[in-house]
T-cell receptor, first 114, second 111 residues
């Protein structure tokens, strides 16, 4: 079974630029999550999708972050404009059932904002 | 006060030692308790999962939950160099709600 795919793996941008990350979940997984992991911290949930509907986006900074899940499969996370404090690893995870013990994580995208 | 507290370490032990990793939490609604292992530049992978209180054993790993003390532990027996990683505790309330992670403890097992 193929795992969660993310791209790009690394991205360096200047502050105020925009950036987009892509995630392809495990086939058949209805629930998709985006997490932000700042260096030295645990992952923080940004947004959770169930199929293509948003379940929880309470911690998403909506003035600059946006996310969509196309046809309930792939998802993109966008930051516009980026700030220095957005430097982090952005992790995508997916789950077949949405149960907390069934999340499979991708390798992450490491973003550096200069 | 953070909902989940975890000592970041680093923790350095010799090969073969018993390792004890711990987290405390403040939210009494948490019912699902998980431990993830994260290797450098990789995503977290689920190691152990416990629902409510009690112990769970899987090979060299044992997870314990003490809800009365709001304290969870992960024990690793006969630690190996391949166990060197960051260990994240994670918890959530019932009903498939948001998972809250600790900051992770970095473990190094020295051959």
């Amino acid at each position: 079974e193929a795992g969660v795919a993310q791209s790009p793996r690394y991205k360096i941008i200047e502050k105020r630029q925009s950036v987009a990350f892509w995630c392809n979940p495990i086939s058949g997984h209805a629930t998709l999550y985006w997490y932000q992991q700042i260096l030295g911290q645990g992952p923080k949930l940004l947004i959770q999708f169930q199929n293509n509907g948003v379940v929880d986006d309470s911690q998403l900074p909506k003035d600059r972050f946006s996310a969509e899940r196309l046809k309930g499969v792939d998802s993109t996370l966008k930051i516009q404009p980026a700030k220095l404090e957005d430097s982090a690893v952005y992790l995508c995870a997916s789950s077949l059932t949405g149960a907390p013990d069934t999340q499979y994580f991708g390798p992450g995208t490491r973003l550096t904002v200069l | 006060q953070k909902e989940v507290e975890q000592d970041p370490g680093p923790l350095s032990v010799p090969e073969g030692a018993i390792v004890s990793l711990n987290c405390t939490y403040s939210n009494s609604a948490f019912q699902y308790f998980m431990w993830y292992r994260q290797y450098s530049r990789k995503g977290p992978e689920l190691l152990m999962y416990t629902y409510s209180s009690g112990n769970k054993e899987d090979g060299r790993f044992t997870a314990q939950v003490d809800k009365s003390s709001k304290y969870i532990s992960l024990f690793i027996r006969n630690s190996q160099p391949s166990d060197s990683a960051t260990y994240l505790c994670a918890m959530s309330p019932p009903g498939y709600q948001k998972v809250t992670f600790g900051i992770g403890t970095k473990l190094q097992v020295i051959p």
